[in-house]
């Protein structure tokens, strides 16, 4: 059974801090590690990775994969309060079909 | 496009009554999931779709059902409702291009008393 465990649970920062956010998970034959946004209502895609070492980046947000230590992490700099929300990490194993294993979540708050 | 929308918003329900949730894509996306969040607990997959006429279970299917008739819609069923089917549900879709790249309505929240 595949499993994705986030941490912290919840972080609350002022902007302009940086933060880190962490999602280590198991998964038989592994395809694909995801990130999501989720503010009020439905989650956003953000990221998609599949390589070891290889950041992506958008804006202020970047992540990266290690898959020989099973995890990523998502980092925010200089933070917003429009960057309070729940970030969702996925994990997709090899299969027929695209089915993501998400974790429960990171809450992040930021206070102005 | 409206990308994904459902039906209804909001819904009360009494234990043992039945409802249809109605999810509606206008991106042509192949696969479809349905998901419920609860407090504190992420996604979890309830029933997906990988093209019209198929489904398939997912983590929670227990007490739900599913049909895909055609392409643009899929439709979760509570039969019998209960009070642990109190929760928000999501609907979202992807292209068989990029599978990874799920696109989410905006949520029913249902409440079952």
């Known amino acids: 059974e595949d499993k994705v465990v986030q941490s912290p649970l919840s972080l609350v920062v002022h902007e302009g801090d940086t933060v880190t956010l962490n999602c280590s998970y198991e998964v038989t034959n592994f395809r694909s590690l995801l990130w999501y946004k989720q503010e009020k209502k439905a989650p956003t895609f953000l990221f998609m990775l599949?390589?070891?070492?290889i950041e992506k980046k958008s804006g202020r947000l970047s992540s990266i994969l290690d898959k020989k230590e099973l995890f990523s992490i998502l980092n925010i700099t200089a933070t917003q309060t429009g960057d309070s929300a729940i970030y969702l990490c996925?994990?997709?194993?090899?299969?027929?079909?695209?089915?993501?294993?998400f974790g429960r979540g990171t809450s992040l708050i930021v206070h102005p | 496009n409206a990308g994904v929308t459902q039906t209804p918003k909001f819904r009360v329900l009494k234990t043992g009554q039945s409802m249809t949730l109605l999810c509606a894509q206008d991106?042509?996306?192949?696969?479809m999931y349905w998901y419920r969040q609860d407090p504190g607990m992420g996604l979890r997959l309830i029933h997906y779709s990988v093209g019209e006429g198929t489904t398939a279970k997912g983590e929670v299917p227990d007490g739900y059902n599913v049909s895909r008739l055609k392409k643009q819609n899929f439709l979760l069923g509570l039969e019998s409702a209960a009070p642990s089917q109190t929760s928000v549900y999501f609907c979202?879709?992807?292209?068989?291009?990029?599978?990874?790249?799920?696109?989410f309505g905006p949520g029913t929240r249902l409440t079952v008393t």
């Open positions: 991106m042509n996306h192949e696969y």
């Open positions: 599949t390589s070891s070492g």
């Open positions: 996925a994990v997709v194993g090899r299969g027929g079909s695209y089915i993501p294993t």
């Open positions: 979202a879709s992807a292209g068989t291009s990029k599978p990874y790249e799920q696109y």
